[in-house]
């Protein structure tokens, strides 16, 4: 089983690779996180901490959009592009079980989406600190703000292909991807806040809120980073709803997502017709 | 010794496929031993592709049953001993030919050294670290049959494998195709190419909406058929309307003459020609080739 795996998961790196995304995420995540690292640096003097911690602060916003987008980009291919190509059929009269080729591909993709994260925000932050400045505190947030953005795009590729395999045609999982993105990323927190600000301080607000919240994979990482890290949280100022969980609720939301969608994914390929 | 006294590769009892109430296949009962190689007849939509998809183990069987060397079709048993060609052969163009065999070694529990003097046998060796997406059509084609000779397989299923190749591919698609079955290879391939499977294939089997309606050798089908040898003869100048007459037959144009005999009838027919001295020129003979048997037996199924 497992060489059935790495053997998919080989081949699909060296797809990644010629197809240049690889470069191409890792180039975009390091000038976004490089542009933002500097271009937020003003508050450093009047908050008293390191220019690292501000640049974590900005590159976990980056990352709450450009980790999610980039592993649905990877992923809404995976299945319905095969499928559409003809490459699938035959792959799957093979000894090999559709369980084990999601497996192969999600190895793969997670092997870019990690080199992409920790080259891009890993070098603005050591940009970052050889600026301004870092602490032990601000290099853990770093390497956890590395960790966690890995994970949330593991949470959308598992997402992206679960898309794929529910969608008749790669253009529609791609569309299908957008609206995933659209939704988890942006709409859902726009539809939180107008109900907290209608709620008025209430009880929707203290209570329910703070578990939404955490139930979005990429508000979850949001909370994690702030909630874990107190300089972070002052600067992002998300420190009030981190405050109202449970410290562990950020973490399992987290680890939990990729579990449950790559199962979701396993589930709708098993219905596709090869 | 006999078909029965042989254990078969590849069998389907009563195999029955239906989507609601409309029925794709139905009752379909055919063995294939080792070493045999079967062509596989039809329209389009007779349902080729279903029984190949069944036996693949990619859709299940609404009734009867497949075994595919002596495994349950889908099993990774029964896809190690497996062999697939798909009609449109599609590859991932990033990838180079040496690394795709490779990745389809691996799958199949193959070494990897086997990869090169495979392509090396289908006339793949100088393109083997090339990109797929430079190939031509017919590389491709060599590439998907370098494919189903990893390992060894009891069963192979081909869908089309010579469509779209000029002629020396397609002579090299069939010697490959004998090596497999000297190899003790069952074969079934289905095209659409009659004339090449008349000479290269040792059993016809023919779907017609979904029924078989013919399984045998070619002979055995032509002698059941019992189709008329079509004799053209072709007239001095000037002759033609006599040597109609004479004969009967169609006119095929100014000096050509059709007849159509029955296979006991083809001396006493051809002593009338020569009784007709030099008003004919020249004599074709042509038996019913597997064209004809084809329309025959689909034809037979549809009255």
């Known amino acids: 089983m497992i060489t059935r795996i790495l053997s998919i998961a080989a081949a699909e790196f060296r797809i990644q690779r010629r197809n240049r995304w690889l470069a191409s995420a890792t180039l975009l995540m390091l000038l976004f996180a490089l542009a933002l690292t500097f271009a937020g640096s003003a508050p450093t003097g009047t908050l008293g901490v390191d220019l690292l911690t501000v640049a974590v602060a900005s590159m976990t916003t980056l990352a709450v959009y450009l980790a999610p987008f980039l592993a649905l980009m990877i992923a809404f291919d995976a299945i319905a592009g095969e499928a559409e190509r003809g490459t699938l059929g035959l792959v799957l009269t093979y000894p090999l079980s559709r369980g084990e080729m999601l497996l192969g591909k999600f190895c793969a993709h997670l092997s870019v989406l990690a080199i992409a994260m920790t080259l891009g925000l890993g070098a603005a932050g050591a940009a970052a600190a050889m600026a301004g400045g870092a602490g032990p505190d601000s290099l853990l947030a770093l390497a956890r703000l590395i960790g966690t953005a890995i994970l949330l795009g593991a949470s959308f590729l598992a997402l992206g292909y679960a898309a794929s395999a529910l969608s008749g045609s790669a253009a529609a999982a791609a569309g299908l991807a957008v609206g995933l993105w659209l939704v988890l990323v942006v709409l859902y927190d726009l539809g939180l806040l107008g109900a907290v600000v209608f709620d008025d301080g209430g009880a929707f607000t203290r209570h329910v809120f703070p578990w939404l919240l955490a139930a979005n994979p990429a508000d979850a990482f949001r909370l994690w980073n702030v909630s874990a890290s107190r300089e972070v949280a002052l600067i992002s100022g998300m420190a009030g709803a981190g405050d109202a969980l449970p410290p562990w609720a950020a973490p399992v939301s987290l680890f939990f997502w990729p579990v449950a969608a790559l199962a979701l994914a396993g589930a709708a390929f098993r219905r596709v017709d090869a | ?303």
């Open chain 2, 1 to 303: 010794m006999t078909d029965d006294a042989r254990e078969a590769a590849l069998v389907t009892e009563g195999l029955t496929k239906r989507y609601g109430r409309s029925e794709v296949l139905s009752d379909v009962s055919l063995r294939v031993a080792p070493g045999e190689r079967v062509a596989l007849l039809g329209h389009n939509g007779a349902g080729k592709s279903t029984l190949v998809r069944l036996v693949l183990g990619l859709l299940r069987p609404s009734g009867g049953c497949i075994d595919v060397a002596g495994h349950r079709p889908g099993s990774a048993a029964a896809r190690r001993a497996t062999a697939y060609l798909p009609e449109q052969v599609a590859f991932h163009r990033a990838l180079t030919g040496r690394e795709q065999l490779s990745t389809f070694a691996r799958l199949a529990g193959e070494p990897v050294k086997a990869v090169m003097p495979l392509l090396e046998r289908v006339g793949l060796a100088r393109a083997a670290d090339a990109r797929i997406g430079t190939y031509s059509k017919g590389m491709r084609q060599r590439l998907g049959l370098a494919q189903t000779l990893l390992g060894r397989r009891r069963v192979a299923l081909l869908d089309e494998p010579t469509s779209g190749l000029d002629p020396v591919s397609r002579h090299d698609v069939y010697e490959v195709i004998d090596e497999m079955a000297a190899g003790g290879t069952a074969l079934v391939i289905a095209s659409h190419a009659l004339t090449e499977l008349e000479a290269r294939t040792d059993r016809i089997a023919i779907l017609a909406q979904g029924r078989l309606v013919a399984d045998d050798s070619l002979a055995a089908l032509s002698r059941r058929a019992d189709l008329p040898t079509r004799i053209r003869l072709t007239a001095r100048s000037g002759a033609a309307d006599m040597v109609q007459a004479e004969l009967g037959g169609r006119r095929v144009n100014g000096c050509a003459v059709e007849l159509r005999c029955a296979a006991d009838q083809k001396m006493a027919q051809l002593s009338r020609i020569s009784g007709l001295g030099d008003a004919v020129r020249d004599v074709d003979m042509m038996p019913p080739s597997l064209e004809d048997l084809y329309r025959h037996y689909c034809g037979e199924h549809r009255q």
